[in-house]
Nanobody
Framework: QVQLVESGGGLVQAGGSLRLSCAASGSIFTINAMGWYRQAPGKQRELVAAITSGGKTNYADSVKGRFTISRDNAKNTMYLQMNSLKPEDTTVYYC??????????????WGQGTQVTVSS
């Protein structure tokens, strides 16, 4: 079992910055990748940024150049540095951890979410 706890959300003006944190615990040695998702009302949850166990990163086009995903293995914590925030970034952000086995099954674990609000 994997537990994820997010923090760092809040209210910021357009153009400002926030840093989200996701602390992981449990059977994290089996996790292959972690990422940040967001879900606006009435829309599907979308991947914002991801980082694999090997350190490779991937970003949604809408956040490229503005957001940076990173991890601190010693602290079992993943971060999302969000700069140049826009009102369109306003929504709930979720931490995700994924485990994929060699024989196919995929397990996803989710945090409780943290609210990010960007005022214009």
């Amino acid at each position: 079992q994997v537990q994820l706890v997010e923090s760092g959300g809040g209210l910021v003006q357009a153009g400002g910055s926030l840093r989200l944190s996701c602390a992981a615990s449990g059977s994290i040695f089996t996790i292959n990748a972690m990422g940040w998702y967001r879900q606006a009302p009435g829309k599907q949850r979308e991947l914002v940024a991801a980082i694999t166990s090997g350190g490779k990163t991937n970003y949604a086009d809408s956040v490229k150049g503005r957001f940076t995903i990173s991890r601190d293995n010693a602290k079992n914590t993943m971060y999302l540095q969000m700069n140049s925030l826009k009102p369109e970034d306003t929504t709930v952000y979720y931490c995700n951890a994924r485990r994929i086995t060699g024989w196919g099954p995929i397990d996803d674990y989710w945090g409780q979410g943290t609210q990010v609000t960007v005022s214009s």
